[in-house]
């Protein structure tokens, strides 16, 4: 295959645009917390982004697109230390069937490895060590993202081939699944996956001092809006990228993506008024989110039109479902479950639905909906039954909880030995108490959705 040099210029841009989206993550997420904690939640972000690289470039590649191990994940020893990766036999670099040298591909995986382990940080905010997530970003994203990559994307039991769950049902034509499951940029493998993960981590994590009694607004909701935009940016190269190479498919993926983020926005907002009276700034972000997570999987599979009702779809569920956790009582700091499992959830099943021509909407009977509907399923359980036993081994070894003085005083101080804002270092520094009261006045500055969801399903 020969070098298709706009191609690759197409997917470096791509890897570079997704690879923005975990700093972008990190300020959604930060302003989403309370002052005494954002630089801890910041460097979960990019503490992850320093591991996962590390052990993408060992093993996580080859775990991913090596050669399969009973459907279930890659040889880890195949392509170890991108061993074979780079260049083929006569010292050329190896061409991918795009036209695109290997290692660009690497770069481009690695990096929805990165942002799919930052998500599920959002589940625990203000509360754990910083040491036992460093751990846990390691262990999870080899044995949970890598083999759920490898299961729907590298061939194995989750994708199209002959092998695979699809195949298994409706049968083979020419190789591969007769009907075969659709996950363009990651339903499954990221939102599905850092989703489940999320929710049981905030389940063994359990709540934070005063969930459910005490308002935990955002504290900086320019910081929200600004990294929403940095990721409804990135996720141009996480969606349209996934076509992996600049043609029609990634025009098409480019516009469905604005059309159901769009849709979402509108949608979330709308549920916010109906329910709360406020249309706020942090439901127009999380609408961008929402829709974003929604037609990941479906870029590819429809048309501007049937992704305005995804994307309107998932912001009003997604706006819904944020405050399950209040009715259920579990703490999910940053709305993990509600908006990307939920999302990607509507997504991925969605599909099944509107998909052109194979959608049930459209003709295509209901095989495509059972199919999608399966795959959810089976990734919801791979990943939170691996999560259960990562999160319940690092509970008993290094522990989840920093100190109840740490969580009350503020995780920045303590752990990290900085605080963002010299008002709230200061006072703790000459106080060494509780700075409950000056956060409690912080937080009344802000009436947003955070607020709404302490006063109306806390009740």
Not at 340 to 352: K, R
Request: aromatic content about 10%; proline content about 2%.
């Amino acid at each position: 295959m020969e070098l298709d040099t706009g191609a690759t210029a197409w997917m470096l841009m791509s890897a570079s645009l997704v690879l923005l989206m975990t700093p972008g993550l990190a300020f959604f997420y930060g302003g989403m917390v309370r002052g005494k904690s954002v630089l801890n939640m910041l460097m979960m972000s990019f503490s992850a982004m320093a591991v996962i690289v590390v052990v993408y470039v060992l093993w996580g590649w080859s775990m991913s697109y090596g050669s399969d191990v009973m459907g279930l994940f890659g040889n880890p020893f195949d392509q170890f230390g991108l061993s074979g990766t780079i260049y083929d036999d006569a010292g050329e670099f190896v061409i991918d069937d795009f036209g695109v040298p290997a290692v660009v591909g690497v770069a481009f995986q690695v990096t929805f490895a990165i942002i799919t382990t930052a998500l599920i940080s959002g589940a625990i905010a203000d509360r754990v060590k910083f040491g036992t997530w460093v751990a846990f970003t390691a262990l999870w994203v080899t044995v949970s993202y890598f083999p759920l990559a490898h299961m729907v994307w590298g061939g194995g039991f989750l994708s199209g081939s002959e092998t695979g769950l699809a195949a298994r049902i409706f049968g083979v034509t020419d190789g591969a699944a007769t009907v075969a499951p659709i996950d363009f940029a990651g339903g499954t493998v990221v939102h599905i996956n850092a989703g489940i993960a999320g929710l049981v981590l905030a389940l063994i994590v359990g709540k934070r001092r005063g969930f459910g009694r005490e308002p935990m607004r955002p504290h900086n909701l320019p910081f929200v809006m600004l990294g929403a935009a940095l990721l409804w940016f990135g996720w141009f190269g996480f969606n349209a990228g996934s076509a992996f190479t600049a043609d029609g498919t990634a025009g098409l993926a480019w516009v469905n993506t604005t059309a159901a983020t769009a849709a979402a926005i509108l949608a979330w907002l709308l549920t916010e008024k109906i329910r709360d009276g406020h249309a706020t700034s942090l439901g127009a972000a999380s609408g961008i989110v929402a829709g974003l997570v929604a037609i990941t999987p479906a870029a590819g599979a429809l048309t501007p039109v049937t992704s305005l009702v995804l994307g309107a779809v998932a912001g009003a569920l997604c706006a819904l479902a944020v405050g399950l956790k209040y009715r259920f009582g579990f703490d999910d700091s940053l709305d993990v479950v509600g908006v990307h499992l939920v999302g990607g959830l509507v997504g991925t099943v969605g599909i099944g639905f509107l998909a052109t021509d194979t959608g049930l909407l459209f003709g295509g009977g209901v095989e495509l909906l059972v199919v999608q509907v399966l795959i959810a399923v089976v990734a919801m359980v791979f990943s939170g039954l691996v999560t259960l036993v990562i999160g319940l081994i690092l509970k008993a070894t290094m522990g989840w909880r920093v100190p109840d003085e740490v969580e009350i005083n503020g995780v920045d101080l303590a752990v990290h030995g900085e605080s963002a804002y010299e008002t709230l270092g200061g006072a703790r520094r000459s106080s060494g108490g509780d700075t409950a009261g000056l956060m409690g006045r912080a937080d009344t500055a802000h009436d947003d959705r955070g607020s709404a969801r302490v006063t109306t399903e806390a009740k």
